[in-house]
């Protein structure tokens, strides 16, 4: 069987691949999508090394001179999507939409690298870690409000947990009334029960606009945008890959940036407690301009073994968290707790398990020690791909895909992360 989905899992990257990027999947994501390709690299590591450094290449050929990697970048027109270039109007080329996603890239840069024997003279590493670099320090210029090294989003599509409920007290701010009318798209590729509310995705675009209307100058959107809430998991990530990049600035023998990332990696250390919920015994994301907790645990708290924070006693409670799911939940890890408001297995991230969250989550586990808990996490993301095939995500209680199918990330993980410890 594990020979079959290794098979299956090559044949949908090669199928969406469209010449030097990968679409996530066809039909829903017609574009390339940022942490979905840093993760889709790691897949076609597997089988192709040179086409998983060209994945990666092609994203950051899409960079902007601030230093912000985009979160969709364009390459081509496609009807089939909203919102689409015209509407983003950012003025790139490539075309590109005018906010980033989570900075999962020097985490699996440095993955590559190491893969291929850790070589500082690496034909390939330099462009890439300048890329992170800028794109780090992107994060620490716009994105640190309280300046205690967290991340703050200015919009939902940034955390990639785009109907997550931690968003929803911050999105009923949003002012909707001039939106006007569009046309969606996604809810013409997939079931509409699987994707965000109509009244969400008003709030979704009331956002963009918003952006858009001040010409995408990032210091305003961080300043005065409507949406601006410190997001757990970016936070996590931005933490975890500063680790990773710290490893290369230390091997290609960059001193200032070694001095830079040590500052940064305490300066986040430290803060990271400013989201931790002791109420609920956890990481939560808090919205920066009320300093509101979200009060909730959702797959994005674990990552705080990943990110490597956490004292003795708040590690133990984010496992007593977990083993919590573990009642309401058949397959780790779903995105939202069952019973907190508004879980829904089936509808994007109030509920579904999302196979790269499990990974970093696994990862981190590992990593600490934890490794019942990683291979419970890895297990079960092998039963739901055996049992459904290679979807977007998996609801945790009946094991059903759900979004897109055949989709880029989940074949990815299947190949870089499940099948190995299954004897593959
Ligand atoms: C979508 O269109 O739903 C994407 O997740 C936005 O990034």
Known sequence: MSADLDT???????RNDRGGYTVPTHGLYPFQWNWDSAFVALGFAEFDRDRAWTEIETLVSGQWDDGMIPHIIFHRDDPGYFPGPGVWATGRTPPTSGITQPPVLATV?????????????????????????????????????????????THNWETGRDNSSEWDDALARVDTSGVGTYQRRDTGHVDAAMRPTAAEYDRYVAILQFGRDCGWDHRRIADAGPFRVVDVGMSMELLRANRDLLVLATALGDAAAVAELT???????????????????AYCSRDATTHVSSGLVTSASFLAFYAGVGSPAQRQRLLAALDRMTRSAVYLLPSLEAGSRAYDHQRYWRGPVWLVVSYMVAEGL????????AERIRADSA??????GFYESFSPETAAGSGGPDFSWTAAMWLAWVRKGAGA
């Not at 940064?264 to 015994?281: C, F, K, P």
């Not at 590992?366 to 808990?373: L, M, V």
């Open 263 to 281: 500052a940064r990696i305490a300066l986040s250390t430290a803060g990271i407690d400013w989201l931790w919920n002791d109420e609920v015994g």
């Open 8 to 14: 299956r899992a090559i044949a949908i990257l090669r």
């Open 366 to 373: 590992a990593e600490a020690g934890e490794t019942g808990w």
């Open 109 to 153: 840069l440095r993955r590559l690298w190491e893969q291929e024997g850790s070589d500082p003279a690496h034909p390939r590493l330099r462009r890439l870690y300048d890329a992170c670099l800028a794109s780090h320090r992107w994060f620490h210029r716009f994105r640190d409000p309280m300046g205690n090294g967290l991340v703050m989003a």
């Open 383 to 388: 039963r739901l791909i055996a049992t459904s």
